[in-house]
């Protein structure tokens, strides 16, 4: 039977063909040629959600920057704001940069009473996931970039060996 010109085609699916986004992941497309890489996927698709990243503010700015064959850093755009506002927490392979809380009594310092504030220093919390064979080694706040340092270290069991044939 023929549907009238211009009217839509509508398809039922019942539970048993109801696809989800796990199901069209290309994660669980790779699963069945790897060994041991499940979290991995699975924190990829958790990040990914349904084919697109959550959204997530765009502030602060930041790059990762590869500085050796093992060594990255990681550089957070913080104009306007010093050491003792800013915390870089890392626990269990999440890195966290974000504000410490701002104390609105704090208006008033040394240099005077400000008027206008025009200069946001607005809370942020910006993080980063670091594989189990990356250390970070430290951080540095210098004119308004802070430097978080990262190596990879590669553990015996991971380098090349050759397997002896018997």
């Given amino acids: 039977m023929k549907s009238p010109k211009g009217a839509s085609k509508l398809t039922l699916l019942t539970k048993e063909d109801i696809m989800t986004s796990k199901d069209l992941s290309i994660f669980n497309s790779l699963r069945p040629f790897s060994i041991g890489f499940d979290d991995m996927f699975d924190q990829f ?13 765009n502030y602060p700015p930041y790059n990762i920057r590869k500085t050796g064959s093992d060594k990255y850093s990681i550089e957070v755009a913080l104009a306007g704001f010093n050491k003792k506002d800013v915390e870089v927490e890392f626990e269990d392979n999440l890195l966290t940069v974000r504000t410490k809380q701002i104390n609105k009594s704090q208006e008033k310092n040394e240099d005077g009473e400000i008027i206008h504030k025009g200069i946001s220093q607005r809370q942020f919390a910006r993080s980063f996931t670091i594989a189990d064979d990356v250390k970070v080694g430290g951080a540095e706040l210098k004119d308004g970039l802070l430097t978080i340092a990262c190596e990879r270290i ?12 018997k």
């Avoid at 698709?45 to 503010?57: A, C, F, P, R, V």
């Fill in 45 to 57: 698709e958790s990040m990914l959600g349904n084919g697109s990243l959550n959204m997530q503010s």
């Fill in 154 to 165: 590669v553990p015996d069991y991971k380098k090349k060996k050759l397997i002896e044939i």
